[in-house]
């Protein structure tokens, strides 16, 4: 069974840090490319950043370019987000998701529970 | 960026309803298009991806078609599990971005 489990969120305050994780199970975490997507309290879904298999390829919003790392550890099935220079509309709940390939076609087949992440001072 | 419109925002139906929603694009994205689906507190649930094709596991009252810029998922006869909120997802390219969403409610 796939399963996605997000932790570390929390409370930081503006121009704080956070990292949050998600642990991959159930598949082979190494041979595909994971996402981070939000959702602010009572608002839509915005993709956030994305990571290649491998690693080697890393894409971000525009919206946190420059603040927000991804990463991934294949050995450990997991994928990290590191949120630095936090906004106070960085809020939101934070999911990972896996990204599925059908010849030419993405989509995100699993999704975790999602942490929340609140930016208050 | 390509910039997604869902439309209505918001739908009110029945059990039993045919439910129509439509997704439009600001660029051609030819069938780089999925459906989600969201309950309260849940995270999103796949429906249909490539705009037309059914993810295993989920019910054939769910359809979906389009091309281009214009897109529509169908409940074919709403039932009470259904009543959620409806997201259209574009994968042409970086940023996926996803549509504003459509709730359907009683």
């Known amino acids: 069974e796939v399963q996605l489990v997000e932790s570390g969120g929390g409370l930081a305050k503006p121009g704080g840090s956070l990292r949050v994780s998600c642990a991959a199970s159930?598949?082979?975490?190494?041979?595909?490319?994971m996402n981070w997507v939000r959702q602010a309290p009572g608002k839509g879904l915005e993709w956030v950043s994305s990571i290649k298999s491998s690693g080697a390829h890393i894409n971000y919003a525009d919206s946190v370019k420059g603040r927000f790392t991804i990463s991934r550890d294949n050995a450990k099935n997991s994928l990290d987000l590191q949120m630095n220079s936090l906004r106070v509309d960085d809020t939101a709940v934070y999911y990972c998701?896996?990204?599925?390939?059908?010849?030419?076609?993405?989509?995100?087949?699993?999704w975790g529970q999602g942490t929340l992440v609140t930016v208050s001072s | 960026d390509i910039q997604m419109t869902q439309s209505p925002s918001s739908l009110s139906a029945s059990v039993g309803d045919r439910v129509t929603i439509t997704c439009r694009a600001s660029?051609?994205?030819?069938?780089?298009l999925n459906w989600y689906q969201q309950k309260p507190g849940k995270a999103p649930q796949l429906l249909i991806y490539?705009?037309?094709s059914l993810q295993s596991g989920v019910p054939s009252r769910f359809s979906g078609s389009g091309s281009g810029t214009d897109f529509t998922l169908t409940i074919s006869s709403l039932q009470p599990e259904d009543f959620a909120t409806y997201f259209c997802?574009?994968?042409?390219?970086?940023?996926?971005?996803f549509g504003p969403g459509t709730k359907v409610d009683i």
């Open positions: 159930g598949f082979a975490f190494s041979s595909y490319t």
């Open positions: 998701a896996r990204q599925a390939s059908y010849r030419s076609w993405d989509y995100f087949d699993y």
């Open positions: 660029q051609s994205i030819s069938s780089y």
């Open positions: 490539a705009a037309s």
């Open positions: 997802q574009e994968t042409y390219s970086i940023p996926f971005t």
